[in-house]
């Protein structure tokens, strides 16, 4: 049974306007979530995390969300490039675990 | 500075072939994770070494599967009688120190293998 949860294989934007990216867990032990972002023929690389204290981190154009409640999460990004068209990550893990990851979501942003 | 390296990039081999993956970890990264991506999937955790043991090999799908760190350092992913289900991607990665603290995975390329 999956953990980690994305249920949206694929997202496309135009460039300029907001991506959102959802993720879902159901282990509710989790207490740091990351997002991964992807290109062809490279390994993960990290872009954001929240650890379960907060609700909200923010980097730049980036921003992740966390809503215990509903043991959700989102990534959005303001705004879209087209260089930011990758497959993004959610991951998460408690303390001393390792790494949980979704399956990935397809961003394309286009020109 | 060099990141997490892995060797080769690709790897073709029949069914029924033994295997070796190895992966140069960042230096003084003390924790190394191996995880296995299908097609469609994400990362999947294999196992995790702290320093030179295996702290955590639960993610091993069968005794075919193997990996050693002997000196703390580089790593290698054994898999014996390789099977076509083996095909996949297998990635790297190292953080500084794992326990009782949350840190950055830095991934590597990965290896993609190929099982006929």
């Known amino acids: 049974d999956q953990q980690v949860k994305q249920n949206s294989p694929s997202l496309s934007v135009q460039e300029g306007r907001i991506s959102i990216l959802n993720c879902d867990y159901t282990n509710s032990m989790f207490d740091y979530f990351l997002w991964y972002k992807k290109y062809p023929a490279e390994g993960p690389t990290f872009l954001i995390s929240i650890s379960s204290i907060k609700d909200k981190n923010e980097d730049g154009r980036f921003t992740v969300f966390l809503n215990k409640s509903a043991k959700h999460l989102s990534l959005h990004i303001v705004p879209s490039q087209p260089g930011d068209s990758a497959v993004y990550f959610c991951?998460?893990?408690?303390?001393?675990?390792?790494?949980?990851f979704g399956k990935g979501t397809r961003l394309s942003v286009i020109a | 500075g060099a990141g997490v390296s892995q060797t080769p990039s690709n790897k073709v081999t029949e069914k029924g072939k033994y295997v070796e993956l190895r992966c140069d970890p960042i230096s003084g990264h003390t924790a190394l994770y191996w995880y296995r991506q299908s097609l469609g999937q994400g990362p999947e955790f294999l196992i995790y070494?702290?320093?030179?043991?295996?702290?955590?090999d639960s993610g091993l799908p069968n005794d075919r599967f193997f990996a050693v760190r002997p000196e703390g350092s580089v790593s290698t992913l054994k898999i014996q009688r390789t099977e076509r289900g083996d095909s996949a991607v297998y990635l790297c990665?190292?953080?500084?120190?794992?326990?009782?603290?949350?840190?950055?995975?830095?991934f590597g390329p990965g290896t993609r293998l190929t099982v006929l």
């Open positions: 990665a190292s953080s500084l120190n794992f326990a009782g603290s949350y840190n950055e995975q830095f």
């Open positions: 991951a998460a893990s408690e303390k001393n675990t390792p790494l949980v």
């Open positions: 070494f702290q320093g030179t043991g295996a702290a955590d």
